[in-house]
């Protein structure tokens, strides 16, 4: 397994074709620093990483990063935590059952609005993929667009879900009232929808056998679920682009125009959708040692931290890591990315 202290000297170069050509720019002609100098007296006994739920992308890469932080002498011992998502997580860190945690821009910025880093304890160490926001229906279901869903049952992630609030941020954009099921439609007329709090198994599963006419999931492409269930009963996805002009306005700049490829999803086209960044988060009070380190693995083994069952993006560059979305840096990744700058 090599030296946990070796240093770091090489750029990192993908081995997927997929990465954003700017992260790959931003890398070009830049020398990795060596991996803090370590010693046993500096490693931590124990990290817990929030991930997410089974079959999803937060939980793979949250074993991954927890593998690499292993595997590279930044703690002893470094585990995943199996959790219902970003708002989960979030809840997971402040109540200190986690040491790192995983977390949509959207929901990392809803648990911090009006407070101070002091406040709310919640800092980042940097910006580390692109989620993608996938409607999937059936392709025999004649559903073409996100306004076709009114007067239908869709799942929207579990309450820990960050999917759970883009979505219900998504059907509000498009003017669709959400129904939680057995409430009935009042108020919401012809434009109701109702929404079921089911994550990504049991909502694939209610797809397949026809109890949700839609399932709303953030990740990455392909997720290999979702994959394996259009392989099943053959899936399509509704274009979610033509939303963001209205989230921006409401919400402010956490959400973008992305792109599923042609092909992401066997014999499917190119649709748009919208794209939500994912931060790595760590409480203020984390030690700057483990914060740095932490850091210096994003960069230097970042060809570790690449879930095998999605292409997903990675921002590679010092440039885009920090790129948090408005929460604050913590000072030990501050200071890690300066180190990278020189």
Aim: with cysteine; charged share 15%.
């Amino acid at each position: 397994m090599g030296d946990p202290c070796s240093p770091l000297t090489a750029p990192f170069l993908s081995r997927r074709g997929v990465l954003k050509a700017g992260a790959a720019a931003g890398l070009a002609g830049i020398l990795l620093p060596a991996l803090s100098a370590c010693t046993s007296e500096d490693r931590v006994d124990s990290l817990v990483v929030a991930g997410g739920e089974p079959g999803g992308f937060y939980l793979e890469f949250a074993t991954l990063l927890a593998a690499s932080l292993q595997r590279n002498g930044v703690a002893r011992q470094a585990t995943a935590l199996e959790t219902g998502g970003s708002l989960d997580n979030l809840e997971h860190l402040l109540g200190g059952r986690a040491t790192f945690a995983v977390a949509l821009a959207d929901s990392a910025a809803e648990k911090a609005a009006g407070k101070s880093a002091s406040e709310t304890g919640i800092t980042a160490l940097g910006r580390v993929y692109e989620n993608y926001v996938h409607c999937a229906v059936r392709q025999e279901s004649g559903l073409h667009a996100i306004s076709d869903l009114a007067g239908r049952t869709v799942a929207v992630g579990e309450p820990g879900s960050g999917t759970s609030l883009t979505t219900l941020r998504l059907l509000e954009a498009a003017r669709l009232t959400s129904v939680n099921a057995g409430e009935g439609a009042a108020g919401g007329g012809g434009q109701a929808v109702t929404v079921l709090n089911l994550g990504l198994n049991d909502g694939l599963s209610a797809l397949r056998d026809g109890s949700v006419d839609a399932l709303f999931w953030s990740g990455g492409v392909p997720t290999a679920a979702i994959a394996a269930a259009h392989h099943d009963v053959g899936l399509s996805f509704l274009d979610l682009s033509v939303l963001l002009p209205v989230l921006r306005a409401q919400y402010g700049a956490f959400y973008d125009r992305v792109l599923i490829p042609a092909g992401a999803y066997e014999g499917l086209p190119a649709v748009w959708t919208v794209g939500v960044t994912n931060l790595l988060l760590c409480r203020s009070d984390l030690a700057d040692t483990t914060v740095q380190r932490t850091v210096e693995l994003l960069v230097g083994r970042a060809e570790e931290l690449i879930p095998q069952s999605s292409l997903g993006v990675q921002f590679l560059s010092p440039e885009s890591l920090i790129n948090t979305a408005g929460l604050p840096l913590h000072p030990g990744a501050a200071a890690a990315y300066r180190e990278l700058h020189g």
